[in-house]
């Protein structure tokens, strides 16, 4: 994507400000010019990407506003108070990008409206993940819920502090039964893939028992997954993946379902559920914080309170090595091919040519140069979390949401 190489050259910068707390979480929608913040106010707010403008804030949530995931038809938060919210657009709108010509199709999150609920985690919801690419149709596509239809939002993957990640999809894409369990007719697998993922019903003879009885609870059931159906908007579990420690981060970047737990990133096949690498110890035995890849699932990005930033090919077996040392715990993580951007509690944010730095001998850049560059914010409001999009980078900072843009 050449228009990325503008991160070598200049940029601008620019703020949002209208949270009454620290930015938790921020999500990028260049195309659709959105921006998405999230706060320990409690409060989602969506912005106009190119003028700052606001658009909407939601409702006070249940506790901490932990994560956001945005796509064109859907947007999503994660709390504290262990539950999904889920928002989609009303309608949709055409936007021009300030002293742009590009127009694009906006769409209108009502984020005032009540938003649909995902229920069934039992611990503060810690990342989210929203995989909307066209899914495989051969056999066993479906063992993860992936959808082959973009208007149904996507799959969507939620992490927990329970240590599991959730998979959901809409019931509209779903060909399956709604079953009476939480996971919506799917049992759980845990993280190296040793569930069968098989629908759960019964298949044995029901002549003799009480065809009446049998009726009403049938009904009973369909009553349950109806008004279940409506809080949720029609969205159902279709799987769990269990882990060893508390999730905290995910994401899905191309075939693989990446999933930091504890102090273990675990890569997950997202068309069979199974395990396929695991890396431990990766930070001095401490948690991992922060996690991504590109989209072709070959390089796995990973950061953590030790400061380091580390970068491991999966296709080698001793494939990691050192691409930036923060002086503090990274506190966000973002990749747009090739360009990586790192947070840290230090105040930094590094922006670096992944394809220049893994091409490289030795250990990380000693000198700052196009390929490798630094962002400062201003000085006691360390970034708390990124994202990188096209040619925008926003940092949720103390108070604020800044922006920087990639010069043209």
């Not at 990407?49 to 909407?56: N, Y």
């Not at 009476?180 to 893939?193: K, L, Q």
């Not at 490798?372 to 103390?398: F, S």
Request: proline residues 4%; glycine residues 14%; negative net charge.
């Amino acid at each position: 994507m050449l228009r990325l190489r503008s991160w070598s050259g200049r940029y601008n910068a620019d703020q949002v400000a209208g949270h009454k707390s620290a930015v938790r979480a921020v999500r990028l929608l260049p195309s659709s010019n959105l921006l998405a913040t999230a706060s320990l106010d409690r409060t989602v707010r969506l912005w106009e990407l190119g003028s700052g403008l606001p658009l909407s804030s939601s409702r006070p949530h249940g506790g901490t506003v932990r994560c956001l995931a945005l796509a064109p038809n859907l947007l999503a938060s994660g709390c504290s108070d262990n539950l999904v919210r889920l928002w989609r657009p009303t309608s949709t709108v055409v936007s021009a990008a300030s002293g742009s010509t590009t127009r694009s199709a906006m769409p209108l999150f009502d984020l005032a409206a009540k938003p649909y609920i995902l229920r069934g985690h039992t611990g503060p919801v810690s990342c989210l993940a929203v995989d909307d690419s066209p899914a495989s149709t051969g056999p066993g596509s479906a063992s993860l819920g992936t959808l082959d239809e973009a208007s149904c939002g996507g799959t969507l993957f939620s992490g927990s502090w329970d240590c599991t990640v959730r998979i959901w999809r809409h019931s509209e894409c779903d060909d399956s039964d709604l079953g009476d369990d939480s996971t919506g007719g799917f049992e759980s697998a845990d993280a190296s893939g040793n569930g069968n993922g098989s629908a759960t019903g019964s298949s044995g003879d029901e002549s003799g028992g009480d065809s009446g009885a049998i009726r009403r609870g049938i009904a009973a059931r369909r009553a349950t997954a109806a008004a279940v159906g409506v809080e949720s908007g029609g969205w159902t579990c279709s799987g769990v993946l269990q882990y060893g420690d508390w999730v905290y981060c995910c994401a899905v970047r191309g075939c693989n379902l990446l999933v930091a737990a504890g102090s273990e990133v675990v890569v997950t096949d997202a068309a069979s559920g199974r395990a396929v690498r695991r890396f431990a110890g990766l930070h001095d035995g401490g948690a991992v914080a922060v996690i991504e890849g590109d989209r072709s699932g070959r390089l796995l990005f990973s950061g953590g309170g030790d400061g380091l930033l580390l970068a491991h090919d999966l296709r080698m077996k001793q494939g990691s090595r050192v691409l930036w040392h923060h002086n503090a715990a990274l506190t966000g993580l973002s990749f747009e091919d090739p360009w990586l951007a790192s947070a840290g509690a230090d105040g930094c944010i590094m922006l670096q040519d992944s394809e220049q730095a893994l091409a490289g001998a030795g250990g990380p850049p000693r000198a700052l140069s196009t390929s490798c560059r630094a962002l400062h914010c201003p000085a006691g409001q360390p970034p708390l979390c990124l994202d990188l999009a096209d040619q925008w980078l926003a940092a949720g900072e103390g108070w604020d949401s800044g922006q920087w843009g990639g010069a043209g």
